[in-house]
């Protein structure tokens, strides 16, 4: 099993989204294992996007990530790091499938809806960025055996 880690950002909080995004999370399968609503410190907000301090639109995707709560997740599968990108979409949502979370939700790329890491690595890498380890919740899906074979 594999784990990532998912960030609903302000503008879907803002837009009520949570509950039509964390109801799509689950549908695909994906397990929950830590979810929270905060207001994130513009620290942590650089840190998480450390990769991309030189790019133009830097500053203000910190000052979007810090003005309103995002919801942080943990979600477990198997290949849950790609087959969370998958039902996300593209980045920018314009040209994201229709289907994807960004293709279905979202305008554009200044406002993309969900963040979900890229790698098995940064996922670790978030995980421990955004949680503590016992935030996280250990505990045995009940529907595994209609998920996988
Ligand atoms: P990702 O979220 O699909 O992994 P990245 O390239 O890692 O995309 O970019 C991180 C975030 O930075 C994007 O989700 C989006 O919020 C923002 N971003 C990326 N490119 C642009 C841009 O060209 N203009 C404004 N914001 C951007
Ligand atoms: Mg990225």
Redesign the pocket.
Known sequence: MERTFLMI?PDAVQRNLVGEIISRVERKGLKLVAGKLMSVPKSLAEEH?G??KD?P?YN??ID?ITSAPVFAMVVEAEDAVSISRHI?G??NPAEAAPGTIRGDLGLT??R?II??S?SVESAKKEINLWFKEDELADYEGNSENWLYE
């Open positions: 950002k996007y990769e991309h790019k639109f203000s995707l979007f996300i593209t980045t790329v200044g993309n963040h979900g890229d």
